[in-house]
């Protein structure tokens, strides 16, 4: 067995005796996971395990995790290593990760500057097994600690995956002939190249405008303001792949239908009967593409008419006038101005509290088996 063959399987071993998460932070916890750690002398040399164990040894409740993430933001190798603690990503908890970097056009890096990495995944613990764990942020570390320049991680190999599986399908089934002509049928160096693009974007647009994230990230944190900002940031990347032209035309048009298909497609599927906000947003992006005639449905396929780019401007241009109202008002009286907006097109039971799916997908999602 190789070194770190030896480590993945000693952190394996280790994470099964975990106790709930309510106890990660316990002090008798991070002293036995250290003391277990350091049973092998060529588990406890690795540098990545060395960062660790120096946090372990004093950490705190509302200290962040230094070494560690001194360890990841350097690079000093591609290996990630820590405790976790992310309530939607409930399978990670002591796990390690390597990774290989993904080639970028350097237009794209420089505009749109973020600590993104869009990586592949080379080596893990069971945690990144998880089909769920698609990314990794600064704040899933115990410390639930994000600072500006803390990278963030995104698993483009499962983003290929769910694509091929899911989007791909739907594609081919419920979107009418020539809907999405660069990337339907793209291999994989295509769809992963797409998939790269759009992370870039993404973390990139989440930075900008009137209410950016982090910064205004406790107002938008409930299901529907989390859904709208997502669709407010790939809105922003969407018409940014369409609009630069210094990026390269191929590239951008893959990207624009890449990022298209999965927000309006895969996405609305996602956690029926009862959406997450990634799925509430897709219902808020079909329901005013279809009351603003972007998209037409017609005998159960979607048509996706040639004005669509023009009326994701004015989407995206209705949530940035509720957001400039920041200067004037509370994010209180900002943030029901913006819930207002995400429950005029999508479907909110007062009763349950929660939202429903589109009826139209739910039917999707059952005849597709997706």
């Known amino acids: 067995m190789d070194e770190m063959q030896e480590v993945f399987a000693r952190v394996d071993e280790i994470r099964q005796d975990l106790p709930e998460r309510a106890r990660l932070r316990e002090d008798t916890t991070l002293k036995e996971i250290a003391r277990r750690l350091e049973v092998s002398p060529r588990v406890r040399r690795v540098p990545a395990v060395r960062a660790l164990l120096e946090d372990l040894r004093s950490f705190e409740p509302g200290t962040r995790m230094e070494a560690v993430k001194a360890h990841i933001n350097t690079r000093r190798d591609n290996h990630v290593f820590s405790l976790f603690d992310a309530s939607y990503f409930p399978r990670l908890k002591l796990d390690y990760l390597t990774y290989g970097t993904l080639p970028t056009d350097p237009h794209l890096a420089e505009r749109y500057a ?42 483009i190999d499962k983003f290929v995956t769910r694509h091929n599986l899911v989007t791909r ?111 509430v947003a897709s219902q808020l992006l079909f329901n005013y593409l279809i009351g603003h005639d972007g998209i037409r449905l017609n005998e159960g396929r979607i048509r996706l008419n040639p004005h669509l780019p023009a009326v994701l401007e004015r989407f995206l241009g209705e949530i940035q006038r509720i957001e400039r109202y920041i200067h004037d008002e509370p994010v209180e009286a900002v943030r029901k101005r913006l819930l207002a907006f995400t429950n005029e097109y999508t479907d909110y039971d007062p009763e349950i509290r929660d939202y429903r799916h589109i009826p139209f997908f739910a039917e999707v999602k059952k005849r597709l088996g997706v």
């Open 114 to 155: 973020s600590p993104t990495m869009p990586v592949t995944i080379t080596g893990r613990t069971a945690g990144f097994d998880s089909r769920v764990v698609v990314a990794l942020f600064p704040e899933n570390h115990l410390d639930g600690i994000q600072r500006p320049d803390d990278l963030i991680f995104y698993f």
């Open 169 to 279: 399908k739907m594609i081919d089934e419920i979107v009418e002939p020539g809907g999405f002509p660069a990337i339907q049928g793209a291999p994989d160096e295509v769809v992963q190249q797409a998939s790269s693009w759009w992370v870039r974007l993404h973390e990139y647009h989440h930075r900008q405008g009137d209410m950016p994230i982090p910064d205004f990230l406790p107002a938008k944190k409930s299901k529907p303001l989390a859904g709208l900002e997502e669709l407010r940031v790939d809105i922003s990347s969407m018409l940014a792949c369409l609009h630069d032209d210094r990026l390269p035309a191929d590239e951008a048009l893959r990207a624009y239908e890449f990022i298209l298909a999965e927000r309006l497609l895969r996405y609305a599927v996602e956690g029926i009967p009862r959406p997450n906000y990634d799925a």
